[in-house]
């Protein structure tokens, strides 16, 4: 009995210094509004960039902040293909994959607000008219939605790379504060947070008009596959939490 008293006391020792932890981490964060305008400004920053591989590397961090923001996958699962796991179709992205810890299905279009950042990474500074024939041969060819500039994928932790170079953090809290942000402040809500963060580069701002809302709920229903998972269920789907 005292060994399990010292057992009980250890754990919950353990989980107070855990929690604000993560609430730090959240904070330093500043929530979904503040990791999509940085996205934003990185995806209009790359414009300026004068070779290949600076360029693409502002895209990649821009595409791999906003996808992790607003889809909910793990690292491990960001790992993604054109024409298997992204497809274009009807004037918009399709996502099509599952998650490698329980197979559950991530099927359906991708929020708007990502199409953007996914053509930019297509494009890599030419002219928006190729967009169409870049699309139909990254869907023919398979392509990796991550590509270094010298056409090599990154490492595999990629996405978690960039979020602890720009947050210190891991896509955990990310995931967090959005579901946090859907439960707090509703559909139109998250509507409008979208809107302004697009609204920070005029060339998004002019193809994002009108899509907030819709945006919206897409990212609501993508987020129900996050809403199932336990506090212990994320931290484990997550390893990157605290790595």
Known sequence: EPSLR???????HTTSRQI?????????IGGPKAVLSLAVDLLAMARDERTVTRRMTRLNHAL????????????????????????WSDEEYWIDTRTQKTQAPVYGP????????????????RAPSLIDDLR????????????????????????????????????????TRVHDALGKKGINGVAEALALCAQRDPRTAL?????????????????????????NEMEEFFPDLDA
């Open 136 to 175: 139909t041969e990254a869907e023919e060819t398979r392509r990796l939605l991550f590509l270094k500039g010298n056409g090599k994928p990154p490492m595999r932790n990629f996405v978690s790379h960039v979020w602890r170079a720009h947050f210190n953090t891991g896509t955990h809290i990310a995931r």
């Open 207 to 231: 193809y994002y008009q009108t899509r907030g809302l819709a945006d919206a709920r897409r990212v609501q229903a993508l987020d129900t596959l996050a809403a199932e998972f336990s506090e």
């Open 64 to 87: 791999a902040l906003a996808f992790t923001m607003l889809v909910p996958l793990r690292v491990q699962d960001t790992v993604l293909n054109f024409g298997t796991n992204i497809v």
């Open 20 to 28: 604000p932890r993560k609430e730090n981490k959240a904070r330093i």
């Open 6 to 12: 010292k057992y009980v006391k250890r754990q919950n």
């Open 110 to 125: 991708l929020p708007h607000f990502l199409a953007p950042f996914i053509d930019a990474i297509l494009l890599q500074g």
